[in-house]
């Protein structure tokens, strides 16, 4: 098979891409590469789903004031033949609470994010206590709200973006890449497991926590290692009154999800690997008093349910790395390292490769700080709006 850009990997991100390929006003031919399209061991389905401008980079802000308007009119833009998808978009909101140590960043980073069109409001303590009075206030500093913000449904944004792109002509191939055709700076070909392979102008990488692998195959060695995470459901023996995504700086993140709550605590110290085991006892040790601190009503919460999933954590400075391997691998893209924050991106960075590749340069989003030289170079491109 010949085609002008090869996909390897068929999650959000690669669908995305291969959605925005074909719809570019260019025409060019696009087969995505998908060893598992069961996605049983995916990283999107097991998303927490929240989307959010509360950021402190303006390229990660952009790609969210572009993305979320996108996922809010998901449903009728990527409807195929009269079908839509349900993606569930809620408007709920996104809230983080902050120590006073930790106040001025928040302050900075609420000023940055004014300056980038989003609508944020500032909540003293007393403020947090009327609009959320359920909630443990006597430890915070301030918080941010982000009334635009909310949540959706992982897998059906998955799906949705999967059927539009095949509607749209891209191929999908159900098969593993198992080696790559590297010659004078240029990957000339992908080697499937079937024994079959794929020729192509340009490919990127979107196999997420699996992408250092992918990369490791034409020599090049990425810091991006596959992080396992829990998402949580559970429910609270009292009533709440409606509650937005909250995320402190402990990590503590939760949302509402039909009649309790989805969330976690993610441990940036979990030992990486490929590790899809759950330990339930996490819930009880770490989430469950971090719930229980914050708000009262938890005090009796029981887990229901937990997914383990895995987050391509990029360990350089925990953003993504978008583009080529400039130098060496000219046509050779890699879009991973989102570090947790894949999914509410993927329609931007979508469209920011695909114009990359076949316009030549960025036209929508200019995301050039998030291309290798900065890895290459030792300069770190940290986002301090997780605080």
């Known amino acids: 098979m010949r085609v002008d850009v090869a996909i390897i990997g068929g999650g959000a991100i690669g669908a995305a891409a291969a959605y925005f390929l074909r719809s570019h006003p260019r025409a060019c031919r696009v087969a995505v590469i998908e060893r598992d399209t069961s996605y049983q061991l995916a990283s999107t389905p097991r998303a927490s789903g929240g989307v959010r401008r509360l950021f402190s980079l303006p390229e990660n802000i952009a790609l969210s004031n572009y993305s979320i308007p996108f996922f809010a009119r998901f449903d009728a833009e990527m409807a195929v033949d009269g079908e839509r998808p349900a993606i569930n978009f809620r408007k709920g909101g996104y809230l983080f609470i902050v120590p006073p140590a930790a106040v001025r960043v928040l302050?900075?980073?609420?000023?940055?994010?004014?300056?980038?069109?989003?609508?944020?409001?500032?909540?003293?303590?007393?403020?947090?206590?009327?609009?959320?009075?359920?909630?443990?206030?006597?430890?915070?500093?301030?918080?941010?709200?982000?009334p635009d913000d909310g949540w959706l449904d992982p897998y059906g944004v998955l799906q949705g973006l999967r059927k539009k792109a095949k509607a749209l002509g891209a191929e999908f191939v159900n098969d593993e890449v198992v080696g790559l055709d590297v010659e004078r700076r240029r990957l000339r070909a992908i080697r499937l497991k079937s024994g079959k392979s794929i020729e192509a102008e340009a490919v990127i990488n979107a196999a997420g926590a699996w992408a250092k692998e992918i990369c490791a195959m034409a020599g090049w060695t990425v810091?991006?290692?596959?992080?396992?995470?829990?998402?949580?459901?559970?429910?609270s023996a009292e009533a709440i009154e409606p509650l937005p995504y909250i995320k402190d700086v402990h990590r503590l993140a939760f949302r509402p999800e039909g009649k309790g709550y989805?969330?976690?605590?993610?441990?940036?110290?979990?030992?990486?690997?490929?590790?899809?085991?759950?330990?339930?006892?996490?819930?009880?040790?770490?989430?469950?008093?971090?719930?229980?601190?914050?708000?009262?009503?938890?005090?009796?919460?029981?887990?229901?349910?937990?997914?383990?999933?895995?987050?391509d954590q990029n360990e350089f400075d925990a953003t993504p790395i978008i583009g080529p391997c400039a130098g060496k691998l000219d046509n050779f893209y890699l879009m991973a390292g989102f570090s947790g924050h894949g999914l509410m991106h993927a329609p931007g960075c979508g469209r920011a490769i695909a114009e990359l590749i076949l316009d030549g340069s960025y036209q929508t989003i200019d995301l050039a700080r998030f291309g290798w030289?900065?890895?290459?170079?030792?300069?770190?491109?940290?986002?301090?709006?997780?605080?």
């Open 262 to 311: 989805s969330g976690g605590v993610p441990n940036l110290d979990e030992p990486r690997g490929y590790n899809f085991d759950v330990d339930h006892d996490y819930f009880q040790q770490v989430v469950w008093p971090a719930l229980a601190a914050r708000f009262p009503q938890f005090e009796r919460t029981k887990e229901k349910n937990t997914m383990s999933g895995l987050y």
């Open 373 to 387: 030289a900065r890895i290459a170079e030792g300069r770190r491109c940290a986002e301090d709006g997780i605080v």
């Open 107 to 146: 302050e900075r980073n609420f000023e940055i994010q004014k300056a980038n069109g989003v609508q944020v409001e500032w909540l003293e303590r007393k403020d947090l206590k009327a609009k959320f009075p359920s909630m443990t206030v006597d430890d915070l500093g301030a918080g941010v709200l982000s």
């Open 223 to 235: 810091p991006i290692e596959p992080m396992r995470r829990y998402e949580h459901y559970f429910e």
